[in-house]
Structures are given as C-alpha cells and as structure tokens.
Nanobody
C-alpha cells in the first residue's frame, strides 16, 4: 500500500489550501483514514480522521476550519483547510488504518509541507 500526499505550499494567514492523498488501493479498504501534522520541534498530532462509516473526528484547534473528505470514485482523500493560521504550519501526513480480526496495519504518506505566513 502506498499513500502519496500533495497540495502543500506557502499561503498567507486567512487563506486556504486543499491537501490530497492518493492511495494505491481503494480508500474503503481501510477502517479509518486521516491527516496528522508535525510542526518543528513538536510531536506529530492528529488533525482529522474519517472512518469507513463516515464518522469524522477533528482536533479542537481545526474544528470549523478544516474538512476531511474522500472521493468514492477514486482512491483519494482530501483535507480542505480554510482560515489558515501561522500555527497550522507543519508537515502534514496522511494515514490509513487497516484492521482485520487481530491484525492491524498502519500506513503513512510521505508528508507535504504547509507554511502559513502571518
């Protein structure tokens, strides 16, 4: 399984970006997919996840500003980021969790850098 993240870049505070993550298999193969981020000098943190039953979860810091979604026709998931703040600057990683019986597999994309200038 391969995950390819894209869409990062430099944006001014208040602006928007949409991140994409293309998977080499159907997104519905996974129990949950999502986005995490890691800012310089900080630990990786959860940004947003969506389950195979469309249940979503967001970090408090991005609620109301970010939206996670996936394209049913393609193996792609998205993170729409609006009203960006300087504190959103980080490397964003897509993630896919696969669980069957007692087997768990966790897949990561390579990361895409988002820089928000104030």
């Amino acid at each position: 399984v391969q995950l390819q993240a894209s869409g990062g870049g430099l944006v001014q505070a208040g602006g928007s970006l949409r991140l994409s993550c293309a998977a080499s298999v159907s997104i519905f193969s996974f129990n949950r997919v999502g986005w995490y981020r890691q800012a310089p000098g900080k630990q990786r943190e959860l940004v947003a996840t969506i389950t195979s039953t469309d249940s979503t979860n967001y970090a408090d810091s991005v609620k109301g500003r970010f939206t996670i979604s996936r394209d049913n026709a393609k193996p792609v998931m998205y993170l729409q980021m609006n009203s960006l703040r300087s504190e959103d600057t980080a490397v964003y990683y897509c993630n896919a969790l696969w669980m069957r019986d007692t087997s768990i597999r966790n897949y990561w994309g390579q990361g895409t850098l988002v820089t928000v200038s104030s």
